[in-house]
């Protein structure tokens, strides 16, 4: 007995004349490309829609965006020295975005970059100067010097979350703000300049020229140190051991214990690591660009390193190029306050959204993540 096919039936069987359905073949390949490269279309997404929001703002000041965002390139790349300040201003730039990167690939996130830099650039203009009889050498000093102070910064905060347990998030932002108390006390104090005791500014003495980091050809000293700082930690996470360490702690923890590795060890070493970076970039303003020590030194460059660390996707080759369009940004707000007198601070607030849609997925993985280990809890632990 034969049953009579339904609608849904038919529907479903569309006989043997009728030809399958066929998918769009560009749709699935763009499609396709868009998941494979979805890192690189997050940043872009957020660049346009940071321009887009700044031109908004800018419109609303009675000026032309685009002739704005114009200025703002030529004053950084076009004008008479422009591109040696915008290199000037990169180098601090990856390097506190490499002190950013590197633990967290670890799975830790360094906030005290600023206090890191800023320790940093006291000692290195300290040793800087006092050392400056040596020349090139007494710079090399300085650098170094500046780099072991931001070290010991961050192997505070390293050592208590290996130890401890305590979260670096707040011992970094604590550590900020004694970092701030203790170089006021220096810089007004024993390593205050004779000069500054009567002007009232408080700064240590004036590096020698013969002992500065200043620019070859118009290409910065400091910069190239950056870049080539940039390649080495992107060659010890992705070519030695100790960069096999860092990676496996950062994906999983438990499995990285299971394995032998010492995670207290790869805690405090990627803290430790990261605030030497940003104790080589205090050192390197100080050395490259002020030619001593001010308490405004660092300005925003130590935050300024966790939006190029997104930015990079924790690549540290990225954060060359992620740092340079930081700095060009930083390098063109006078020259646009200037030229047409729109507030610097619309730089800040694009760096601003940028941190923001960068960190959009970033929030969602981690949020997910966190909810996903939940459930597994839940589901492990029934009935035990």
């Given at each position: 007995m034969s049953e009579t096919p339904t609608v849904a039936d038919e529907a479903a069987d569309p006989g043997p004349g009728a030809e399958p359905p066929e998918d769009n073949p560009s749709t699935s390949r763009a499609l396709a490309y868009l998941f494979s490269?979805?890192?690189?279309?997050?940043?872009?997404?957020a660049l346009v829609i940071s321009l887009l929001i700044g031109a908004v703002l800018i419109r609303l000041q009675g000026v032309n965006p685009w002739a704005a965002y114009k200025?703002?390139?030529?004053?950084?790349?076009?004008?008479?020295?422009?591109?040696?300040r915008t290199l000037q201003k990169t180098a601090p730039l990856v390097l506190t975005g490499l002190a950013v990167v590197l633990p967290l690939r670890v799975g830790l996130f360094n906030i005290g970059g600023q206090g890191q830099l800023i320790f940093g650039a006291t000692i290195g203009a300290w040793i800087g100067y006092s050392?400056?009889?040596?020349?090139?050498?007494?710079a090399l000093?300085?650098?170094?010097?500046?780099?072991?102070?931001?070290?010991?910064?961050?192997?505070?905060?390293?050592?208590?979350?290996?130890?401890?347990?305590?979260?670096?998030?707040?011992?970094?932002i604590m550590l900020n703000y004694i970092?701030?108390?203790?170089?006021?006390?220096?810089v007004t104090g024993p390593l205050q300049a004779e000069s500054s005791k009567t002007s009232g500014i408080p700064q240590t003495?004036?590096?020698?020229?013969?002992?500065?980091?200043?620019?070859?050809?118009?290409?910065?000293?400091?910069?190239?140190?950056?870049?080539?700082?940039?390649?080495?930690c992107w060659w010890v996470l992705t070519r030695t051991t100790l960069?096999?360490?860092?990676?496996?702690?950062?994906?999983?923890?438990?499995?990285?214990?299971?394995?032998?590795?010492?995670?207290?060890?790869?805690?405090t070493l990627s803290m430790v690591f990261g605030g030497g970076l940003a104790g080589l970039a205090g050192a390197l303003e100080a050395a490259g660009t002020l030619h001593r020590f001010e308490p405004a030194i660092g300005g925003t460059l130590g935050f300024d390193g966790i939006t190029i660390a997104l930015?990079?996707?924790?690549?540290?080759?990225?954060?060359?190029?992620?740092?340079?369009?930081?700095?060009?940004?930083?390098?063109?707000?006078?020259?646009?306050?200037?030229?047409?007198?729109?507030?610097?601070?619309?730089?800040?607030?694009?760096?601003?959204?940028?941190?923001?849609?960068?960190?959009?997925?970033?929030?969602?993985?981690?949020?997910?993540?966190?909810?996903?280990?939940?459930?597994?809890?839940?589901?492990?632990?029934?009935?035990?």
């Open positions: 490269h979805q890192s690189f279309v997050v940043i872009l997404a200025i703002l390139v030529d004053q950084a790349l076009l004008v008479p020295g422009g591109l040696t050392a400056s009889g040596l020349g090139f050498a007494g000093l300085g650098l170094a010097a500046g780099m072991v102070a931001g070290a010991g910064i961050g192997f505070i905060a390293g050592f208590l979350k290996a130890t401890r347990g305590v979260h670096e998030v707040i011992t970094t970092v701030a108390g203790v170089t006021w006390w220096l003495e004036l590096i020698p020229e013969g002992a500065r980091v200043d620019a070859v050809a118009g290409v910065p000293i400091g910069f190239v140190i950056a870049v080539l700082f940039a390649v080495l960069g096999f360490q860092f990676n496996t702690v950062g994906s999983n923890k438990d499995a990285a214990g299971y394995a032998g590795i010492s995670i207290k060890k790869i805690v930015l990079a996707r924790s690549n540290p080759l990225a954060t060359i190029p992620a740092a340079f369009l930081v700095g060009i940004l930083r390098t063109g707000a006078a020259g646009l306050q200037f030229e047409t007198g729109i507030a610097p601070e619309v730089v800040d607030l694009l760096l601003a959204i940028i941190l923001l849609m960068v960190s959009i997925p970033v929030l969602g993985k981690w949020i997910f993540r966190s909810r996903a280990d939940k459930v597994t809890v839940a589901s492990t632990s029934w009935g035990s």
